[in-house]
């Protein structure tokens, strides 16, 4: 047996073993789905914000912020006022009264309030962020503020908790000291320069893959991994899952303004908080904007779609004529490798090369069948535009003038995946469009607006 391949495929081993351990203790530690209790208009003492964690799968998405804000109006902290028929004419009044007791999320909302209010009014266009930097410290702030009040009701719990991380670090140790073993091995048989003994750059080679690999493994391992369900927080999402099953039973409460809170008291802010009032969500944006949640009326009900972006996708949204002449220069590099390993004479070269060359060969074939099969594959649908974005999919994050990511739903589902759709193309938000689309590469070559 090859010593090299296998100091190579023990180090590999080492690897995935630690990252299926990873995987596994992530999958394990997910929230756990809650079942509904039965209707009830009975509201709880749980903030809005944690309401909207809780009821979320214990994530946070824009509702929080913007239910808080409504929640500040109910309890006379602000007034919201719609002088016209159209809800984006609301404006926001300061009233003046003690803002003590609140919570820090709240106090961070109603300062931002009065922040840009002049003369006590704020119209709500103007209560989004203009610089990006601003806005992620602020949103950071902002769920952190409201984690920390659900984990001081017993409500949430950090998903990876202190003993797991311990534990994925001695693990990671562990599998460093192997790889930093492999390492030393397979340098120490190689001669040094001159022909000398190589055995002191190898413990050097050993403590930096060591330490490179630690670094690696620990920085995912304390890495922030989300939150997490307790009983006390599955319990009490069941209520107002509960709660949000009656107000469902109210046709009319979809459509409220911000200014129906008051009529509707809290009942309005825990609607938003909830996911069941989609003009409220719709009209209050406090720069918490969720691209990988949005809002869709497509087929008659308002309702949220789940999108993601792929970045690295080396086919996304190419034209077919560069796949094929990706594919094909991969088949052919793949070829040449292979033809080119009779004339090494070194075992350990001419098995690498065979081993390369039949991965590209079978690669670019893969690729050259897909890409023909993907431009023989053309579908054509109707749909709704819900985001459009510059794509930027290369490891540096720059650019490509050619392509911008195109979410939309096509009524099949919950879960989608962004288009990319080429320059000169339209659709924006809110548009319902006819595409035509390539699926592998997933790439549109036609739209029209309807």
Do not use: C
Not at 51 to 68: F, K, N, P, Q, R
Not at 113 to 129: E, N, Q, R, W
Request: net charge positive; glycine share 10%.
């Amino acid at each position: 047996m090859n010593v090299h391949l296998l100091d190579a495929g023990l180090a590999a081993a080492a690897t995935a073993a630690w990252y299926g351990a990873f995987e596994a203790a992530r999958l394990v530690t997910r929230p756990r789905g809650v079942h509904p209790a039965p209707s009830t208009p009975d509201l709880g003492a749980e903030p809005p914000a944690v309401v909207s964690l809780i009821a979320s799968g214990w994530e946070i998405t824009e509702d929080a912020g913007e239910a808080t804000l409504v929640d500040l109006a109910a309890r006379g902290h602000l007034e919201l006022r719609q002088p016209g028929d159209d809800p984006l004419q609301t404006t926001i009044h300061v009233r003046e009264q003690p803002d003590t007791g609140l919570l820090p999320f709240e106090r961070q909302i109603l300062d931002r309030v009065k922040h840009l209010a002049h003369g006590g009014v704020l119209p709500v266009s103007a209560l989004t962020f203009r610089d990006e930097g601003q806005a992620q410290t602020w949103d950071k702030r902002l769920r952190g503020a409201i984690v920390a009040e659900a984990r001081r009701l017993g409500l949430s719990q950090r998903r990876f908790p202190p003993a797991l991380v311990t534990g994925l670090m001695a693990l990671a140790a562990g599998v460093s000291l192997v790889i930093a073993w492999a390492v030393f091995h397979w340098l120490s048989l190689q001669p040094a320069e001159g022909g000398g003994d190589n055995t002191g750059g190898a413990v050097g080679a050993a403590i930096a893959a060591f330490l490179i690999s630690l670094g690696v493994f620990s920085s995912a391992a304390v890495a922030d991994q989300g939150e997490r369900d307790t009983p006390a927080g599955r319990e009490v999402a069941a209520r107002w899952l509960g709660v949000r099953g009656w107000l469902h039973g109210h046709e009319a409460f979809a459509d409220l303004p911000p200014s129906a809170v008051a009529m509707w008291d809290r009942y309005l802010s825990y609607g938003a908080a909830l996911g069941v009032n989609r003009v409220v969500t719709g009209v209050l944006h406090l720069g918490l904007g969720d691209r990988k949640r949005v809002w869709s009326s497509f087929g008659g009900e308002w309702h949220r779609i789940r999108v993601r972006y792929p970045r690295l996708w080396p086919r996304y949204g190419k034209p077919t004529a560069r796949l094929v002449r990706q594919a094909l220069v991969t088949l052919g590099v793949g070829v040449l490798l292979i033809w080119f390993r009779d004339r090494i004479e070194v075992q350990l070269a001419h098995t690498v090369l065979v081993t390369v060359g039949t991965l590209l060969a079978l690669l670019g074939a893969y690729k050259l069948i897909r890409a023909m099969l993907d431009l023989a594959t053309v579908r054509t649908f109707d749909a709704q535009v819900l985001w459009v974005e510059r794509w930027t999919g290369t490891v540096l994050g720059k650019d490509d003038p050619d392509r911008s990511y195109l979410a939309v739903d096509d009524g099949s589902g919950d879960r989608t995946v962004a288009w990319a759709r080429p320059s000169g193309l339209g659709g924006r938000p809110g548009d319902t469009v006819r595409v035509t689309v390539r699926p592998w590469s997933r790439r549109v070559v036609a739209l029209t607006v309807l």
